[in-house]
């Protein structure tokens, strides 16, 4: 006997499509949810695409920051924003871009303030300085390194199965990338280049999933003659399920502890891949399978290709 | 039936495992305190500055544990940190300017790992600390210089010639000439034809224009020579920062990435980096002895300078020409096919050169090379102190009056000559440069990010492993023996790579593929386990379920190695680095998790004829 998960199989398996209208529209719901706070809220991005200089400073003491804050006001950096990152005594300051020329050597004078006003054992930790031009290029070949994967995506699949197996694959992926904007959005967390890596990998894994799905799928169709096409999604996915959640959870794992124990400077990256991990399970689950259901796919769809033999179009000669 | 791999196949897969656990060897033996000292500025590594490097350490009771000499250059290899620097300093003050002095840490493995050309895994600099600078050339600027200089030359040439004009004027990158008469237009034009290089002549006889269009070619050109020149600066530059392992090279059109290793200090790397260079055209005094003025009777009015690869040179002290109004040098060949250096100069230079050789036709002529050298103290206002450092790069014999054109001949081989070219434009009227991206990480950051990159790497591991074990039993502990040898591989592979460099977000990449990495055993067990529930023997089962489960695992993995590579292509730094550890970790845990465990649950359980159940 196995150590499972789900005890489902093909011959009894979990109805998901029953509940297509109401995940339909929960999805509906909460991708209209994140789009409304993407745009009211505005996603925070990050100095990799706003350009500008970030320092991270280590005090000896636990930092003062309404202190740090009247230093920084007294030495023309009024619109310096300053927070704590990771404890108490690590802080974060973040200059906006400046036209001046020189703007690249504020990270130099801010430690050079900070050490002289405020804490001469304080200890440098990161300086980033970026250019508007470069921020700019960031974020336009990051979007472009988005929109190219799931285009490539897109035709590779088609290429392998089939356009509406393809075509819903993608649709997921939007909405995977969707959901985790949408949070960074309400929560206003920094989006970076990490975060760009994380919706790529997040992308990539989802795509796992819905390709482990469809191969089932396509098998199934060929195999159950006589079931419709309901039922053999249906069947699809209770097969697929426990490998679904087994993935999942291994990856959760892995996440979680990158989340506990990685550090700052990956928090954002294991915060979006958890998310996209977790939506991307549902969506592998509900929403690519609703819409190929919805796109009208059949057996016929994905027969393997008749070979022709060569003359069978023709009449005999004799 | 029975499940059994053929021998070769068998001896493949450890071969293969075996190689990729051999070059993740070098990453247990850690590393050493080290200090590199390499040549610069005509000096020279031999065995007498080994002696000299040794002796200086011993003198001041500091023990090398290694003490080597290969490529030019010197590893000391040193018990702590105290040490290390303390042998720094010691070195730099012993050596002085010829030798760079720098800190550096240098792999402990065994001498047989470094024979077959094991190396440990290169950290990013988010991991082990430094500077990276994106640095911008102005292109516009250093052809603006370059039309305005264009514009007098032909201004010049015309009034030269007395052919009258209306006006000489730069449009775009192209000079419109326009002419007076007729006649002016005519004689201008059989003035003109073919006098620049890198320009094409457009005549337009209406309207008296001439039009001087830059050539795509000599566009591009400049654009390279102006990168060129700022890396052989920035090169130099470097060097005196005493940074081990510099990365300095081109990106795109007109950007330049610096990346040092192991330096915080940033405000004065880039007070270092901008130092300027400049060169001097003297005389040499050829009036007087330099024997008498090297016994310190230096005439009135010449001065002592050294010469690049010792010696000395007595030159006047009247400067000819300096750096700022040269426009270009280029290496070439002569009629007779030796080596020789082009020198362009701007028209204001090309008149003071003509001016001062008219009368010294066959006298030496000596090119300085003037450089501002850190030298380690800081000045009262806070700047860094520069000191002069002044060189005799060359001394050539005038053949005739010079003038904005001309060239250095007998020059030793094609390399001496290439070099003196880079050194005329690197003290040459420079196209500005500006940091346009800074990221600089410091040492205890560093090091915690490799801290906590570990620490969540062996967690995740282990979780991961307990829950495989658990969940799929005998079958999961071989799934957990090919996701061992799975990150034994990446490490492998990274450390046998040479560009690979490992970065935080790569150690996210690691931990990643363990998470998915046994996605591919998951596919197959599940496959195994249904083919049991259907009924199949065992035997049958392990065969078919590998067989159903490939092209699933194919197509998955192929479509994250298509993200992966997008990603490679667009990230910059340390999101290249998750990258390649993710299309590496897709590679490497294809191939343990469907060929190694395949090899594994054959090797245990596929002979047994009489199998009736699986742990699975």
Not at chain 2, 374 to 379: K, N, S, W, Y
Request: proline content about 3%; glycine content about 8%; hydrophobic content about 45%.
């Amino acid at each position: 006997m196995f150590f499972e998960i789900t005890k489902v199989d093909e011959n009894n398996p979990i109805r998901f499509m029953n509940y297509r209208k109401l995940t339909t529209w929960l999805s509906i719901i909460v991708a209209v949810l994140s789009i409304t706070i993407l745009s009211v809220n505005k996603l925070n991005w990050g100095l990799d695409f706003t350009g500008g200089t970030l320092i991270e400073v280590g005090f000896s003491q636990p930092a003062n920051l309404s202190e740090l804050r009247e230093v920084l006001e007294a030495n023309e950096f009024g619109d310096a924003v300053v927070q704590n990152y990771g404890t108490q005594r690590d802080v974060l300051v973040r200059v906006p871009p400046r036209d001046e020329a020189g703007s690249e050597s504020i990270g130099d004078q801010l430690l050079r303030l900070l050490q002289s006003e405020v804490d001469p054992d304080m200890v440098m930790r990161r300086v980033e300085f970026v250019g508007p031009q470069v921020g700019e290029e960031l974020a336009e070949a990051g979007g472009l390194a988005l929109i190219v994967a799931m285009i490539c995506i897109l035709v590779y699949v088609s290429f392998r199965f089939e356009w509406r197996l393809a075509l819903s694959a993608v649709v997921g992926l939007f909405q995977d990338v969707l959901m985790v904007l949408g949070l960074f959005a309400l929560f206003q967390f920094s989006v970076d280049l990490t975060i760009l890596a994380a919706l790529l990998a997040v992308i990539g894994y989802s795509l796992n999933d819905s390709i482990v799905v469809a191969d089932r799928i396509r098998e199934n169709f060929r195999k159950f003659r006589k079931e419709d096409p309901v039922s053999v999604i249906d069947i699809s996915l209770s097969q697929t399920l426990s490998r679904t959640l087994v993935t999942s959870l291994t990856t959760i794992m892995v996440l979680v502890t990158l989340l506990l124990f990685g550090g700052q400077m990956i928090e954002g990256f294991a915060i979006a891949m958890l998310v996209g991990v977790i939506v991307g399970t549902y969506s592998s689950i509900f929403t690519r399978s609703t819409l190929v259901l919805a796109l009208g796919i059949s057996r016929e769809d994905l027969m393997p290709p008749e070979v022709e033999k060569e003359g069978a179009d023709q009449d005999p000669v004799l | 039936m029975l499940n059994r791999y053929p021998l070769w196949k068998n001896l493949a897969i450890m071969l293969i495992v075996f190689f990729g656990a051999l070059y993740a060897l070098p990453n247990i033996y850690g590393e050493d305190y080290a200090v590199q000292i390499s040549a610069t500025r005509g000096g020279e590594i031999t065995t007498q500055t080994l002696d000299q490097v040794e002796r200086t350490l011993r003198q001041n009771n500091i023990e090398p544990r290694g003490l080597s000499m290969a490529d030019g250059q010197i590893l000391v290899r040193l018990d702590s940190d105290d040490d290390q620097l303390a042998a720094r300093e010691l070195l730099v003050d012993e050596l002085g300017l010829q030798y760079i002095v720098a800190l550096n840490l240098a792999p402990a493995m065994p001498k047989w790992l470094a024979a077959i050309g094991g190396d440990p895994l290169k950290l990013g600099l988010d991991l082990r600390g430094g500077v990276h600078f994106l640095m911008e050339v102005d292109m516009e600027e250093a052809l603006r210089k370059m039309n305005e200089q264009m514009v007098t030359t032909v201004r010049d040439r015309l009034i030269e010639e007395r052919i009258r004009y209306r006006g000489v004027a730069e449009d775009g990158n192209d000079i419109v000439i326009q002419l007076r008469s007729p006649e002016d237009f005519q004689s201008a034009v059989s003035t003109l034809r073919n006098e620049y290089a890198g320009y094409e002549m457009r005549t337009e006889a209406g309207t008296q224009t001439i039009r001087l269009a830059m050539t795509e070619q000599n566009l591009q050109e400049i654009r390279a020579n102006a990168i060129d020149q700022n890396i052989t600066i920035l090169r130099n530059r470097v060097d005196e920062l005493g940074v081990a392992e510099p990365l300095i090279q081109r990106q795109g059109q007109d950007r330049i990435v610096v990346e040092l290793p192991g330096v915080q200090d940033t405000a004065r790397a880039k007070e270092i980096l901008g130092a300027t260079a400049t060169l001097e055209f003297r005389f040499v005094d050829t009036e007087n002895s330099l024997q008498d003025a090297l016994q310190g009777r230096v005439p009135f009015g010449s001065r002592l300078f050294d010469q690049r690869g010792g010696g000395k040179q007595l030159l006047e002290n009247r400067i000819i020409l300096t750096g700022d109004h040269i426009v270009n040098a280029q290496s070439g060949f002569d009629e007779n096919g030796r080596p020789q250096v082009n020198i362009t100069l701007d028209s204001a230079g090309g008149r003071m050169m003509s001016l001062a050789t008219r009368d010294r036709i066959g006298d030496p002529m000596a090119t300085v090379f003037i450089e501002f050298i850190a030298t380690g103290e800081t000045l009262e206002d806070g700047r860094l102190d520069f000191q002069r450092v002044e060189e005799v790069v060359n001394v050539a014999t005038i053949q005739a009056r010079l003038g904005s054109g001309f060239r250095i001949t007998g020059i030793g081989s094609v390399q001496d000559a290439q070099n003196l070219s880079l050194i005329l434009r690197a003290g040459a009227l420079i196209a500005p440069i500006q940091i346009v991206e800074e990221r600089t990480v410091g040492p205890s950051l560093g090091a915690e990010n490799v801290r906590a990159g570990m620490t969540a790497i062996l967690a995740g591991f282990v979780l991961v492993l307990i829950f495989m074990g658990i969940y799929y039993r005998k079958f999961g502990l071989v799934a957990n023996l090919a996701l061992l040898t799975n990150l034994v591989m990446i490490v492998g592979i990274m450390s046998l790579i040479p560009g690979a460099t490992l970065t935080m977000p790569g150690m996210a990449g690691i931990l990643l593929t363990v998470g998915m990495a046994v996605d591919a055993n998951v596919i197959i067990f599940e496959r195994i386990r249904e083919e049991l529930k259907e009924g199949r023997s065992p035997q049958q089962a392990i065969a078919r379920g590998y067989e159903n489960a490939f092209s699933t695992i194919a197509d998955a993995n192929i479509t994250t190695l298509i993200t992966a590579l997008i990603l490679f292509a667009v990230g910059t730094g340390s999101i290249k680095g998750f990258a390649v550890t993710l299309a590496i970790g897709i590679v490497t845990s294809m191939f343990t998790a469907i060929l190694g465990t395949r090899a594994v649950i054959n090797l245990t359980w596929g002979r047994n004829k009489r199998l009736t159940e699986l742990s699975i």
